[in-house]
């Protein structure tokens, strides 16, 4: 009986599998030949999510190609109806004259996160007609998509997302979804689509992906109103605008993800029918230009997880009132806003909230008390107005890793519960006001902790008990400036220092050499600057060192030389002195080094050239350098910024300099050159600041017939030299960057400039300003205390960006050209000390901005104009001219009337400048402009060379320490840590 039921088995069995089709051969051979036309590389699906293998590996002629990994038929017919590749590490080209195209049976076809090298996709997909599901994302195609995949009728899903290389015209866009009737998924993000937004999506639509397709035009309404709509993208399309529907959107009920991040929507408020979108999961609404208020009906979406409004204009309170919604919230981004009023207490009471965005809004008041929070894990409320105590239950904060409370408001001593935070890996309490004594024995069970800012704040750091075991193993990013660091005993357990900052500190001396050998071998980036070490030991044994900041300390003797691995070397403001050592051409990678503020001397070493194909910064400024300028710099160079400002160089301007392409910054200044004007320095595309002032420079600034030279150039400084003939008017119809006013430029904000900032010397009458980090900005021309003669040339009114204008001290003559009038922006004009002569244009009273203004010891006459800025300037922006009539110089100019008002700015005698300059000058550190006078005198300290020196240390000290407050935020470490928490650590 057994035996006949084994038997019955067996034959039921080849009953079943006979009833199953074989792959047909012609097939399998497609297949192979496929496979065959490609390499297996691993990197080539380095993006995949999921675990990449190459799934053609398991491909056999000796076995049905339907068993084969990747591969469905159908049970009837055995035709390969799907092929699923993805992930499967295949690198190499797809042709139209691939087997892929043989298999016409196909359904479903996923060939996405492959590398298929710039292939084009062919227009045999079209002959797929049967296909529900293609899937060519991330897959490295390139180059027009074609007309064909519209005859795709039968197509469901279509992903083409994020081959950067494909095109999509406006025409065949509109087409494809006038035929693809039956879509519900379509994924083109990062296609270059370059349309409109047709009106002719389907129906059965769910998903709808268009990010960084350059759409531009206006959202139409019908896209919120597709009816089974769960997914709509489009955002990081800048050039797209959009409205929000006014009512209740057709979607709303099906609607799960709503991103339109960096779509304008400039002037709208967030409407109230958002709250209706009652199935809404994702929320992205970013970088949108939204004003008004959040409107309370989004605090009661009961299933949104994912909130993103940032970089907004949304002002007013957040609902303070909690509801019964956002309970699986667990991302709120609100930063970049101007919302205010206090943190209502129940956001942090949120059950599933595990990052929390609130900085750089207005928010006030205190933080509330904290109750138990197992979940939130990132809280970002820097850039605020909060005052007030931190509170105690921080400590309820659990799960926390990572705080952000940076400049803030905070006051009193910092709580100890802090030590309760156990989890905790980033603390950052830059700039509050936190004060009292902090023992740095309350971070030592902080075991995970690895970035600390306790920077610019009123408190003092002490290790009371003396404890050498301080700080835990793991941090890597310590910042301690201005903590009134005295000793740094408390620094021997941390042998893990990535970053350490304890600039503006009171460290004397030299650092213990016990501390030293901790950092010797992990230590990155150091920062001392503004203490008072008189030596730093052992700087060479530092074998990891990229960056080291001894900025304004008493370093003396030679000068020491960091290890080779050393980027940025910065030794400004010390006493070092000596020559400097040819060794230091060993340091190849070296980006910037700044020097300035010594007393080196000796000649420049020849070998510096060499280092130009690194070296971006070389400052050298007011030292006692010496001899001839004999560096050569090779056709490669990066170099940027050359400061050898103030030393005793002689001889002529090296024409090595011509090779330095990328130089943005030249300033030969104050020094004993012996050349004529260097008309080849125009070739250099990049230069926008040319210092020469106070040189042996002489001779005519010779014509050229290129209209190419210093096409960026905006700032030329060529005062006290000995320079002859006629104005260059040649030159000055090169200067195109001076030509005009470009509102769109901003002040220069990347990580180098936290190393090293260029300045420059600029002078007016009777002032000198040292020019800060905005040189890209500031717009000045000063050809004074020359020999040029002739006539101002009336095309200098065309370069309207002028903000500084001095022609004073020379030989000039003739009248002033009215075509001045025309220098909108300019704040000085100074063309004193010439031999013009007629009347002072009419034109200049146009000129609104004009603060400094001086046509004293000329031959002027007729009226002074009146209006605008010439009623107050005093007597002496004109004394000297004898033929002026007219306010301020006398009683009345024909029927003119002398204002009640005289408000006269002082400019001091011809005779007396240069006691002048000695005694008094101005140096103004510029960190941006708005309207009025930039030369500012907003950020401006007085400098008396011969009196209280103590006075002015204490103002300048304190001065650049608010300015570091105001900068530092966020730019060091912070990027560090986003970077290491998306990578999972």
Known sequence: MSL??????????????????KCPRDQSLALVEFNQSFVVDESASFLCDKQSYPKTSSWNMNKDCCSWDGIICDETTGHVIELDLSCSQLAGKIDSNSSLFQLSHLQRLNLSMNSFDGSHISPKFGRLASLTHLDLSRADFSGQIPSEISHLSKLQSFFLSFNSELRLVAYDFKMSLQNLT?????????VNISSTIPLNFSSHLTTLELTRTGLYGIIPESIFNLPNLETLDLSYNDQLNGYFPKTKWNSSASLMELNLGGVNFSGNFLPECLGYLTSLQRLVLGSCNISGQVPKSLWNLTHLEYMDLQDNRLEGPIFPQFTSGLQDLNTLSLSNNSLNGEIPSWIFSLPLLSQLDLSNNHFSGQLKEISNNSVLADVDISENELQGCLPKSIQNLVSVVSIDLSNNQLQCPLPKSLQNLRNVKYLDLLSNNFSGSVDVSVFSNLKQLWYLDLSYNSISLINENKVKSTLPQSLEYLYLAACQVKELDFLRSAKNFYTLDLSYNNIQGTIPDVVLSNWMHSIKNLNLAHNMLTSIDHISSFSQLISINLLSNSL????????????????????????????ICNLTTLKILDLSNNNLKGEIPQCLGNMSDQLEVLDMRHNSLSGSLQTTFSSGSKLKSFNLHGNNLEGKLPRSLANCKELEVLDLGNNQLNDTFPMWLGTLPNLQVL??????????????TSSKLFPQ????????????AELPTSLFKNLKALRGIDKTMKVPDDEEKEYYQDSIIVA?????????????????????NNEFEGHIPSMLGDLIALRVLNLSHNELQGHIPPSLG?????????????????????????????????LSRNHLEGCIPKG???????????????GLRGFPVSGGCGSDRIPETNNTTFVPDEENDSTFLSELSWKVVLMGYGTGLIIGFSIAYLMLSSRNPNWLSGIAEDLEYRIIMRRRKKQRGQIHYRRRRNNGI
């Open 556 to 583: 003396q003797g030679t000068l020491p030389i960091p290890p080779p691995s050393i980027e940025y070397f910065v030794m400004s403001n010390n006493n070092v002195s000596g020559k400097i050592p040819s060794s």
């Open 764 to 784: 007016t009458k009777g002032m000198e300003l040292e020019v800060v980090r905005i040189l890209s900005l500031y717009t000045t021309m000063d050809l004074s």
């Open 182 to 190: 039956q879509l519900r998924e379509l994924h083109l993000s990062g």
């Open 691 to 704: 210092s020469l002032r106070l040189n042996n420079l002489h001779g005519p600034i010779r014509t050229s």
């Open 713 to 724: 150039l905006r700032m030329l400084d060529l005062s006290r030299n000995a320079f002859t």
């Open 822 to 854: 025309k220098l909108s922006v300019v704040e000085s004009l100074d063309l004193s000390s010439n031999r013009l002569s007629g009347e002072i244009p009419k034109q200049l009273v146009s000129l609104t901005s004009l603060a400094v203004f001086n």
């Open 868 to 882: 605008n800025q010439f009623d107050t300037f005093g007597n002496n922006s004109y004394e000297g001219n004898d």
């Open 4 to 21: 006949l039921f084994l038997l019955a088995s067996f034959f039921l069995c080849q009953l079943v599998l006979s009833s199953f089709a």
